[in-house]
């Protein structure tokens, strides 16, 4: 009888780190540049923000956006510049970067600052054009794409022990 509970608990506790790593980081908002709003997420799977640096120019918006996350996340510029709010699974917040406002800025996710959940902006000062729009969508999409591919490799182990586990106990 121990040993079933064991193998139940070990089962269920197997198929919850599988459904944990299966969930979405974020609706997917597909590298939706403008020239004037360029969108940050976040990649829960590796807590961090996605894409975790931005250069744009001055008169350019930053939009933090995540929707359906499991844990609660927030955008909070270390010189108090901008601020996402209390840290929530939904955030929709932008700020613009009005002309004089060309700096380097930093900003954290309070609730997951520890584990390095940071960002940084860049922002030019202003000279009448907006950045390359093509070279915005590669560079974002090769980040979401490194960061499925990590979460996919994780999953692929927690999978296999089910199946070997599934294989041995319940034949």
């Given at each position: 009888?121990?040993?079933?509970?064991?193998?139940?608990?070990?089962?269920?506790?197997?198929?919850?780190?599988?459904?944990?790593?299966?969930?979405?980081?974020?609706?997917?908002?597909?590298?939706?540049?403008?020239?004037?709003?360029?969108?940050?997420?976040?990649?829960?799977?590796?807590?961090?923000?996605?894409?975790?640096?931005?250069?744009?120019?001055?008169?350019?918006?930053?939009?933090?956006?995540?929707?359906?996350?499991?844990?609660?996340?927030?955008?909070?510029?270390?010189?108090?510049?901008?601020?996402?709010?209390?840290?929530?699974?939904?955030?929709?917040?932008?700020?613009?970067?009005?002309?004089?406002?060309?700096?380097?800025?930093?900003?954290?996710?309070?609730?997951?600052?520890?584990?390095?959940?940071?960002?940084?902006?860049?922002?030019?000062?202003?000279?009448?054009?907006?950045?390359?729009?093509?070279?915005?969508?590669?560079?974002?999409?090769?980040?979401?794409?490194?960061?499925?591919?990590?979460?996919?490799?994780?999953?692929?182990?927690?999978?296999?022990?089910?199946?070997?586990?599934?294989?041995?106990?319940?034949k």
């Amino acid at each position: 009888m121990i040993k079933s509970i064991k193998s139940k608990f070990f089962l269920t506790l197997m198929l919850g780190i599988c459904f944990l790593g299966f969930q979405s980081t974020s609706v997917a908002v597909e590298s939706e540049f403008s020239n004037d709003t360029v969108i940050i997420t976040v990649d829960s799977t590796n807590l961090q923000f996605s894409p975790s640096e931005v250069t744009i120019n001055e008169g350019q918006t930053v939009r933090f956006f995540w929707s359906g996350e499991f844990l609660d996340h927030n955008a909070i510029d270390s010189n108090g510049l901008f601020d996402t709010g209390d840290p929530n699974t939904e955030v929709d917040y932008s700020f613009t970067f009005d002309k004089g406002t060309n700096s380097t800025y930093s900003f954290i996710c309070e609730p997951h600052e520890a584990l390095n959940m940071v960002g940084t902006i860049v922002v030019n000062p202003f000279n009448g054009t907006a950045p390359s729009e093509t070279n915005q969508t590669a560079d974002v999409m090769h980040v979401t794409n490194e960061s499925s591919n990590l979460m996919y490799g994780f999953l692929a182990i927690p999978t296999l022990a089910i199946i070997v586990f599934v294989s041995r106990y319940f034949k």
